[in-house]
């Protein structure tokens, strides 16, 4: 880090769940992972993009054609549900709210949607909260937060330190709660906990580490839901039930994973990702991070397939959403020791 002195920032306006976090440690103005300081380098980012891909005849011939349910309300939405919007991008209705995550509607730079969005936009109203896991234009998206901000007046921002202030810094008018690792928003019968995830920020050459970004514990409607965001796997997910005593569904990344080497310290694999559930004690895995945008060597269709068959190897109940499809989320009250 250089000579640069650490700062720890927070919100101090929030509770802390972790009594012994001082809050996130920033150098240089720039937050940076406790445990990983991720540096690719132009030599192994040029290997990352141009190399001998094992799968790559698969990419080129098999299809990835997913199943797809077609919105054209919200009417049939009753009670707790979540719908997968493709990527990391859900709606989530859960103890009478209504939460949009990482919304992207559309194409990202120089990354072209792979699958349809199984909604028109405008279907999407009474929406309580915009959770927001941070900066990459796969998970922020600003024209599809101008949708949202435009037919929710009433919608609450709910993100990692400095996404917020970029994001208000286009919508002026959006209420914003910005959070540190292990904050906690306290809402009408709801919680929301801010918590870490290994992983970066950047949007432009020289902001890299400005905005923090973080995973998202949802409590409302008797259930609790971890949503990982972006994130390799570390011993972040081991600590999840010193803080909560039960976890319902843990929704993960699964895609964007080889090559290893290059992608393990920023996006978790099928195998690890279900590790990271039984690490966290969560009741149901939900798989997201896939499908949508070609990010990576492995083809479309590869995560959900090796995620499908090691959560039967290894005896784990997951749900895996097709898009569109309506998912009735209800609380689960199996034992640990029971799994």
Known sequence: MGDNKIFFCENECLRTVNPHWRGNPTAGGKFFNRQHRWKP????VLKWNFPS?????????VKWNPNVHFLSSLDDVQGNSLIWLGHNSFFLQLGGKRFMIDPVFGNIPFVKRRSPLPANPSIFTHIDYLLISHDHFDHLDKASVAVLVEANPQMVLFCGMGTGALI???FPQLKVIEAGWYQQHKGDKLRLTFLPSLHWSKRGVSDGG???WGAFM?????I???NSGDTGYAHHFKELPNFFSHIDYCMIGIGAYKPRWFMKPNHISPYDALTASS??????TIPMH???????QEPLFDPPHVFAAEAKKRNMKVVIPELGEIVRLEPQHVEVAER
Not at 53 to 61: I, L, S, V
Not at 218 to 222: N, P, S
């Open 53 to 61: 891909n094992p799968q790559g005849k698969e990419k080129r011939t």
């Open 210 to 212: 400005a905005r923090l």
């Open 224 to 226: 609790t839901i971890y």
């Open 168 to 170: 208000k810094s286009w």
């Open 218 to 222: 949802i409590e409302a409607g008797g």
């Open 290 to 296: 896939y499908g949508t945008f070609d990010l990576s």
């Open 41 to 44: 380098g132009i030599k192994n």
């Open 279 to 284: 690490d966290m004690h969560a009741c149901v």
